[in-house]
């Protein structure tokens, strides 16, 4: 977790606190993600199809995400391309740092998972191409 970009004491202790660090808590990535308020909900009427936020969440995770994203496009050069591809797909700054949020989860995941440091190579590989 030391080695997570954008991750500072305080905010790592609030991911790791209302996420977890059992890695086996979660089934899927879709249920770790909707548990955090980083997935969104599609609602279909008739022809149109609208996606929105979700709002039944962890708060407090949802809050502490968010803050991880803006952090970590600041401050580390690895998380911005792949924010700066939401925007430019037209995802909005919230729905960009939602997606954003949902992958730093990911690479907590994996981290814990394997008992592994985080590696910028293997989890932003679209930057070294």
Not at 36 to 60: D, E, L, W
Not at 105 to 128: E, I, K
């Amino acid at each position: 977790m030391h080695s997570l970009p954008g991750r500072g004491l305080i905010l790592g202790a609030r991911v790791l606190g209302e996420f977890d660090d059992d890695p086996t808590r979660f089934v899927d990535a879709p249920s770790r993600r909707a548990y955090a308020g980083t997935a969104p909900i599609t609602r279909a009427f008739g022809r149109s199809r609208v996606v929105m936020m979700r709002r039944a969440c962890n708060q407090r995770l949802a809050d502490a995400c968010r803050r991880w994203a803006i952090t970590a496009i600041q401050r580390d050069r690895h998380p911005k391309p792949f924010y700066q591809r939401r925007r430019d797909a037209g995802d909005g700054h919230e729905a960009a740092l939602r997606r954003l949020a949902g992958k730093l989860l990911g690479q907590v995941r994996h981290c814990l998972t394997h008992r592994c440091l985080y590696d910028p190579a293997r989890a932003w590989p679209a930057l070294d191409e």
